[in-house]
T-cell receptor, first 111, second 114 residues
């Protein structure tokens, strides 16, 4: 089945850029998502990209997709303390009804 | 536009009991998916409901069951609770019938099994 991998921790200084990385195994066409989860809360959709795109930008967020390497990244520009949270990469592969999630990357922003 | 809501927020049960969790989908959405998120893990897909029928199921035993109602709201039922069922249960709604449309999540129900 599909597998999604993420590094578990990332620490950045306030005002710097954060880059959160994700790799996946299934090469079929798909939507790929980034969700944010704050402590004790549900998942907030941040952005998504379809696999026929290379890049998507939405205000401070930039998503890059390298289909050859099956690598997805989320860049957060000008990272703020309010960006401290767990970020999940997820995919919904063709023919599937389900989102497959990575284990999440905990982003800590140092003031 | 009303977002996805879930009830209750927290629940404590003992082993062997049964529990029902509820979810109201976002307005305009007709599909509901349920996920289990254990501590420190990513969410795991339980099942999805579309037009009041189960539309796909993850690797969960039959004691996990669900319903979808004509107003698209949904219930997750878990029988014979086990300690490992302790988790955050997330409901997500979407507007497509085959699950590839964007899923929007509710705040979750935290279930503790003692």
């Amino acid at each position: 089945g599909e597998d999604v991998e993420q590094s578990l921790f990332l620490s950045v200084r306030e005002g710097d850029s954060s880059v959160i990385n994700c790799t996946y195994t299934d090469s079929s066409s798909t939507y790929l998502y980034w969700y944010k989860q704050e402590p004790g809360a549900g998942l907030q959709l941040l952005t998504y990209i379809f696999s026929n795109m290379d890049m998507k930008q939405d205000q401070r967020l930039t998503v890059l997709l390298n289909k050859k390497d099956k690598h997805l990244s989320l860049r957060i520009a000008d990272t703020q303390t309010g960006d401290s949270a767990i970020y999940f990469c997820a995919g919904c592969w063709a023919g599937s009804y389900q989102l497959t999630f990575g284990k999440g990357t905990k982003l800590s922003v140092i003031p | 536009e009303t977002g996805v809501t879930q009830s209750p927020t927290h629940l404590i049960k003992t082993r062997g009991q049964q529990v029902t969790l509820r979810c109201s989908s976002q307005s305009g959405h007709n599909t509901v998916s349920w996920y289990q998120q254990a501590l420190g893990q990513g969410p795991q897909f339980i099942f999805q409901y579309y037009r009041e029928e189960e539309n796909g199921r993850g690797n969960f035993p039959p004691r996990f069951s669900g319903l979808q109602f004509p107003n698209y709201s949904s219930e997750l039922n878990v029988n014979a609770l086990e300690l490992d069922d302790s988790a955050l249960y997330l409901c997500a709604s979407s507007s497509a019938g085959k699950g590839t449309d964007t899923q929007y999540f509710g705040p979750g129900t935290r279930l503790t099994v003692l």
